[in-house]
């Protein structure tokens, strides 16, 4: 799970800070399944911060901030935000943003990632569930990761990257969390209808599996069959898989270059399967920061987690 949170929009798909969260998974514009319009992709800097609209709402008092409206002096303020963290915020319907009062680099976000973000960083577990349940809740799962938890990834893979390999404890509970909170926050499997479900795993030696369980969630949620497999899926394995399935369609997941297969995807698509006259083949839709350069002619490759959904949505029959 490791270096999950830097991923979203690394330029480069292979260096140290292109991890699970990557491709448009997060950033609306950008490569993968993670953006909504308007969830995953790579991220801008470092790890990358997806951008919210404009018109920043500065955060309440705390630190870095002084309730009496004078700026606190530098060591003032790195002695407050070490020593008595600010507790976490209260969601808010509004789509209030902040930039400040975690100790990371949050940019022009959601109010609710500053409170994500001060849980994560005191390894606060019923804090964090409940905050990040009450994301999804109030926005709904595509827009809850692109808007709210994909930034607070960023930002702790920003804050593992320029610390010395510090934090890499918070980056992990993190993952972990949110990994809980997309099933907690996704219905019940849907049932097996001929033809239509569709296959989700990653590529072999691909153990980035987030974005993955994103995607999973936001078809259950719509009701679409999903046989998700997660990380590292051989070679044999996955075409049995297909096979036994019968899918619809498959997502093939890699946040690498060196995992990203040409030949792998297009032998997928090319399988077959039914009674002669009536042989069907699934659509394979590639996904990730690691097909960047290596698309596949006619296989579809979305930008965002949004296109992603309409995407399989579209070629799963109802």
Known sequence: ??????????????????????????????????ASPGPAGASPGPAGVAAGPAGVVPGPAGPGRSSGGTPP????????????????????????????GSGLRLGDVRQECKGIARAA??????????????????????AAWTEVIMPTLQAVGRKWESSGEKYVEVEHFLSWHVSGALRRGAPPAAPDR????????????????????VLAAALAERGVPVRMFGGALPVESLVTAVRRTGPAAV?????????????????????EWGVRGARRKPVVMTIGPGWSGRTVAGLPRPTGLAEAVAVLESVVPR
Do not use: F, Y
């Open 73 to 100: 002096r530098p060591s003032d303020r790195a002695r407050t935000s070490a020593a008595a963290p600010t507790p976490a915020p209260a969601l808010t319907p509004t789509p209030t943003r902040s930039r400040a």
């Open 194 to 213: 001929p033809g239509a479900t569709v296959v989700l795993a990653c590529v072999p030696g691909e153990n980035h599996t987030l974005p993955l369980e």
């Open 251 to 271: 997502g093939l997941w890699a946040q690498s270059r060196t995992t990203a297969s040409r030949p792998l995807a297009q032998h997928v698509a090319a399988m």
């Open 1 to 34: 799970m490791g270096r999950r949170a830097r991923a979203t929009q690394d330029p480069d798909p292979d260096g140290p800070a292109a991890a699970e969260s990557q491709d448009a998974l997060a950033n609306p514009g950008r490569e993968g399944i993670g």
């Open 121 to 142: 960083l005191r390894l606060d577990a019923p804090a964090l569930d409940d905050l990040l349940q009450s994301a999804i809740a109030e926005h709904g799962l595509v």
